[in-house]
């Protein structure tokens, strides 16, 4: 069977969003191995403000319990493809009801996701999150 760049893209944009969606279910549910599974060896996280948080680190924060999540809700989601949809950028707005260490984590960031296609499966590289706020106004 011979696919099209539309089969392609359309294929790909599935798999993507089901992948962004088992990711925040795998927060919510603080379920690891599943994250774990998500995740390319190298993973690193930068959280909104700027620090750099790779895989082990991240998933401690999971199984320690210090870190968690009640919602994530993606929305405004824009996908990029490159090297015939070898690899992927999602840009997108994410909701999070959450707690850190105890205290309030809520937010809602801009988040940008690099994935790589592994094989048959795509997994997360990277996630970089940033508050969301207005841009400045443009002086006269």
Do not use: C
């Amino acid at each position: 069977m011979i696919s099209t760049d539309q089969d392609t893209l359309a294929t790909t944009t599935n798999q993507i969003n089901d992948l962004l969606k088992d990711f925040a279910e795998g927060q919510r549910l603080s379920d690891t191995d599943q994250l774990s599974s998500l995740l390319t060896e190298d993973f690193k996280l930068v959280g909104p403000l700027g620090f750099v948080v790779p895989k082990q680190q991240w998933l401690a924060q999971f199984e320690s319990g210090a870190l968690r999540i009640e919602s994530l809700e993606w929305d405004e989601i824009e996908l990029r493809t490159y090297g015939y949809a070898q690899v992927a950028i999602a840009l997108g707005r994410l909701r999070q009801a959450a707690t850190y260490a105890g205290k309030p984590a809520d937010g809602r960031f801009r988040v940008t996701v690099t994935m790589l296609r592994l094989g048959p499966r795509w997994r997360l590289a990277g996630a970089h999150y940033s508050a969301i706020a207005e841009p400045p106004s443009t002086p006269q």
